[in-house]
């Protein structure tokens, strides 16, 4: 990694994502998150970077949101369909007893 690279925001993302991790690990007070995360905004070279987790251990890759989220998301929306479906036939019970 050259660390004069300029920094792109999907570097800082990444940055950002890795403090996080590290502070719901209890490697980082919420003061010291805050503190680096502001400093990941300022921060114009990869080097910049590197320096705010040099102190860190390295993470595993995060696991791949793709498939979980999916699977995830069609379950969501099925039990969503399921109450949408029950409340329209309570509806129409309810119409058909009061006419």
Do not use: I, K, N, Y
Not at 40 to 59: E, K, S
């Amino acid at each position: 990694m050259d660390v004069e690279l300029r920094a792109s925001d999907d570097d800082r993302h990444r940055v950002v994502a890795d403090l996080h991790r590290h502070t719901t690990a209890g490697r980082l007070t919420l003061d010291e998150f805050s503190e680096r995360v502001g400093a990941v905004w300022t921060a114009r070279t990869l080097g910049d970077l590197a320096a705010l987790t040099r102190d860190l251990p390295v993470l595993p890759d995060a696991p791949a949101a793709g498939a979980a989220d999916v699977g995830h998301g069609r379950r969501e929306l099925l039990v969503l369909f399921a109450v949408a479906a029950l409340t329209l036939l309570l509806l129409g019970g309810f119409l058909a007893v009061t006419r």
